[in-house]
Each structure stands twice: as structure tokens, then as C-alpha cells.
């Protein structure tokens, strides 16, 4: 297939690029600038200029396409509401140019918007209420009524690999910058991972087999207890742990409290079991304890 991705050159989305042409797929990959697309060009892949606030280019896209991956997100925290917004618009652009084609449109979103289920979150879970800034799956949602074949894949809140600009070296700079790591509580709180190269295989699987409507989640690792993340961290920096009581997390972790303090442990068996998805790279905790992540 011929298969249009945004954020092609990010984090995940470049990792989808390759997974895709590897396993013999064309690729238009959304490059906002001329070195992106000079980026996209060296790995042989079509540049199409534009950017999600473009939806002339978006659409086009999506229109010379056989199918649309949606990796791309603005991760400017400051303007986390406006860019949640901002995405919601893109998927509906995208989905408009595909109405009635029954096209594969896969949108991106996260276990986290389940966080707060008291149990471990598992695909058929559904965002519930207006609580949650991120509406990509409500954007799927009404996509689909297009006779557009919306699916949705879930990453987990640390997806992790080489190159990773995530939640994890958020962790690492507040550390350095504190002299501590640290955790709220006794970190018994909870987060999901993948390496983001499973992540790749897992969008490819799901353009090549996936149904509509369905929702996958990117989860290689149910539950990593975030205090165990913090070990890692103090163990490379030479620091030691420290346990933060609520008010102690606001001061020392500002906006990313409620990240740090999030418990979601989420399951992938019917991801797996649908679609033959099984992850072999290494685990948050092992690959955090390479140098790549304390020399960025």
C-alpha cells in the first residue's frame, strides 16, 4: 500500500516509516520543513510539505493515499489544550478527505486518557466524559460515521528507544536539576511501556489487519512500578531516591506532577491475540540503563 504519515519524521513516526518500507510499502511521509523532508528524502521516501495546522496539505495526503497513519503530535506541554485542538482538527480534516472511501485511517492516542480505572485498562475501555484534553479517539469516532476505516492504536506513556525526547528524559532532567530523583510516594504508581520499534510493528499489523473501529494498545510491559524507574535514574546519576509527599511532587515536578503521579497499568492480550503483535525489544527499566539516555 501507499500509505500517508504524519510525523514521519518524529520519535514513532519515523520508526513506522521504516517498519513500513521494510515490509515493502510506500510511503508520503508530512515533513514541516526542508530538512525534514530532505530527511524523508535519504530513506526514500516522498515529502509532502505541510504541518498540522496545514489541512489543505493534510488532505491531499490523505486523497493520494491508500491509507493514513496519524503519528504526529505537537508535545509542547505549555499548550497542551491548543494542541490537543489542534489534533482533533487534523483528524477531522484527514477523515473528511477520505469520506466514503472506507480507507485504513489509523489515529494515534495513549493509555493514559484511561488513567484512574482502578484496574488495569484494556482495549475495549472507552474515554469517558469531556475530563480529557485529548480527543483523538473522539475524533476517530466521528470519522468513522464517514465510511472511513478508523482504528486507533494506544501507546503507553513511556514509549522508550534510542532518541527518546519523552516523559522518561523529562525524569532524568528533573533529577540532574534537583540532585535527586524522585518519586510521589512510595512510586508504587504504575506505567505501561513499549520500545518504540515494537510500537512500529504494532501500527504496521494493525494497517495490514486490523478491523475498523477496533482499538489496539501499544503495551509491551503491563505494569512498571515508577519508583523502579527512579532507581535507575539515581543509580546512573549517583543520586539517591526521594519519596515526595503531594506538595513536595508540585515543587519538584511542576506540570509533570500528574504524569509522575499517574497509575496505568494496561493490558495488550487482545492486541496481541488479534493480531499476532509480539514485542522483542528490551524493557523500560533495561533500556534506561543504557548510556544513550545520560549523554543527550
Given at each position: 500500500?501507499?500509505?500517508f ?8 513516526g519515523?520508526?513506522?516509516v ?20 530532505e ?6 521516501v ?16 490523505a ?22 485542538e489542534l489534533?482533533?482538527?487534523?483528524i477531522l ?38 475530563n ?7 475524533a476517530?469516532a ?20 534510542e532518541?527518546?525526547?519523552g ?10 536539576q ?13 506505567w505501561?511501556a513499549?520500545?518504540?520499534l ?8 494493525a ?14 510491559e ?11 535514574i ?7 531516591v526521594?519519596?515526595?509527599t ?21 493490558s ?7 493480531l499476532?503483535?509480539?514485542?522483542t525489544?528490551p ?8 548510556p ?5
Amino acid at each position: 500500500m501507499r500509505v500517508f504519515v504524519t510525523g514521519a519524521t518524529g520519535f514513532v513516526g519515523s520508526a513506522v516509516v521504516q517498519e513500513l518500507l521494510s515490509y515493502g510499502h510506500q510511503v508520503l511521509g508530512l515533513a514541516r520543513s526542508a530538512q525534514a523532508a530532505e530527511q524523508l528524502g535519504k530513506v526514500g521516501v516522498e515529502a509532502l510539505r505541510g504541518d498540522l495546522a496545514d489541512h489543505q496539505s493534510l488532505k491531499a495526503g490523505a486523497e493520494r493515499c491508500d491509507a493514513t497513519i496519524h503519528t504526529g503530535f505537537n508535545h509542547d506541554f505549555s499548550r497542551f489544550a491548543e494542541n490537543c485542538e489542534l489534533d482533533r482538527q487534523a483528524i477531522l480534516a484527514m477523515g473528511e478527505a477520505m469520506a466514503g472511501s472506507h480507507k485504513p485511517f489509523i489515529v494515534t492516542s495513549g493509555t493514559g486518557v484511561l488513567g484512574g480505572l482502578a484496574r488495569t485498562a484494556v482495549e475495549t475501555d472507552r474515554v469517558l466524559g469531556s475530563n480529557v484534553p485529548r480527543r483523538s479517539e473522539q475524533a476517530a469516532a466521528e470519522v468513522a460515521k464517514l465510511g472511513v476505516k478508523t482504528m486507533v492504536v494506544r501507546l503507553a506513556p513511556s514509549t522508550h528507544g534510542e532518541g527518546d525526547h519523552g516523559f522518561v528524559p523529562l525524569l532524568i532532567h528533573f533529577a540532574r536539576q534537583h540532585g535527586a530523583a524522585a518519586c510521589v510516594g512510595e512510586g508504587v504508581n504504575r506505567w505501561n511501556a513499549v520500545h518504540r520499534l515494537d510500537a512500529a510493528a504494532l501500527y504496521r499489523l494493525a494497517l495490514e489487519k486490523g478491523e475498523a473501529g477496533a482499538h489496539y494498545h501499544a503495551v509491551a510491559e503491563e505494569a512498571v512500578p515508577f519508583v523502579e524507574i527512579a532507581k535507575v535514574i539515581a543509580r546512573r546519576l549517583g543520586l539517591g531516591v526521594k519519596h515526595l509527599t503531594g506538595e513536595e511532587a508540585a515543587a519538584y515536578f511542576g506540570w509533570f506532577s500528574h504524569f509522575a503521579g499517574l497509575d496505568i497499568a494496561a493490558s495488550s492480550a487482545l492486541t496481541r491475540q488479534l493480531l499476532g503483535w509480539q514485542p522483542t525489544r528490551p524493557g523500560l527499566l533495561a533500556d534506561l540503563d543504557n548510556p544513550y539516555y545520560f549523554t543527550q
